[in-house]
Structure formats: C-alpha cells, structure tokens
C-alpha cells in the first residue's frame, strides 16, 4: 500500500477528529528511535544547532544537510495544562491528563504528555523522556518528573 503523506494522517479519537498525525519520509528516522526506546532530533552539520525533529532546514544558519543525533531526554517542563474533560470515551480512564512544552537539554521545545499525578507538574521542573503506549495505540514519547 502506497501512503500518501502530503495530506498527513488524520488522528481520532472515537468520532472525533483531533488532528493530523504525520509520520513522514523526513521524520522516519524519529520515529525509528521512539521504537527503539530513542529520543532522536536534527542536528545541523554546518552550524551545530539542535532543531526539532520535523526541520528540513536549519533555522540558524539556513543549511540544508541536516543529520540526525540522539538526544539527552533531560529537560524541563516549559509550559503545561492539566486536561479534566472527558472528550472523548478513549481518554476517561487517563482523565485528568497533563499535556504541555518541555524544553530539552539541547534547546528544542516538544509538544507532550507529562505522566505525573494531578496537580504534580509545575514550570521549570526537571524531566526526563519515557516512551509509552497510550490510549489510541500508539508509541510516543512522553516525558515523566524526574526523581
């Protein structure tokens, strides 16, 4: 089967649309480190950068050979909001849940999921990357308070 991937693939939960899920030839590599329990993002070789993992183009320097490295995990929680609606059948077992930014040790910002008790999580705590199964049945990375 041959997937079109300029459109992205559409993510639900129940009847709801939630977003766009997008694994694309770009991003292969990330999401072979997520199954083998890796946290990988792009490195630019001209200027050393770190960048997120869907960048083409380093947005430092403007190069294009951008490689890959595997990150530290470590960082710290940057911005988050606890989730108490149920909006979806899929998520009432994991209801309340804690989404949000973490800034990673080497200076890139993730969008995640904090597995942390209510009301645990807090701006600037450090954390550390886990990879979980959540509830639609896929592998990502979240990130957890760290000890």
């Given at each position: ?34 199954r ?37 995990g ?11 609606r ?51 049945g896929?592998l ?8």
């Amino acid at each position: 089967m041959t997937v079109d991937w300029s459109r992205g693939q559409p993510l639900t939960a129940g009847p709801y649309f939630i977003g766009l899920y997008q694994p694309s030839p770009e991003t292969a590599f990330y999401w072979e480190g997520v199954r083998a329990g890796e946290l990988r993002l792009r490195w630019c070789e001209s200027c050393g950068t770190w960048l997120h993992p869907k960048r083409i183009v380093c947005t430092a320097c403007g190069a294009g050979g951008l490689g890959w490295r595997r990150a530290s995990g470590a960082g710290e929680v940057y911005s988050f909001s606890e989730v108490h609606r149920v909006g979806a059948p899929e998520f009432a077992a994991a209801t309340p849940y804690t989404v949000g930014l973490v800034k990673l040790e080497e200076g890139v910002y993730l969008f995640t999921r904090f597995i942390a008790e209510p009301g645990t999580v807090r701006v600037g705590a450090p954390v550390s990357v886990a990879f979980r199964t959540l509830e639609q049945g896929q592998l990502l990375p979240v990130f957890e308070l760290a000890a």
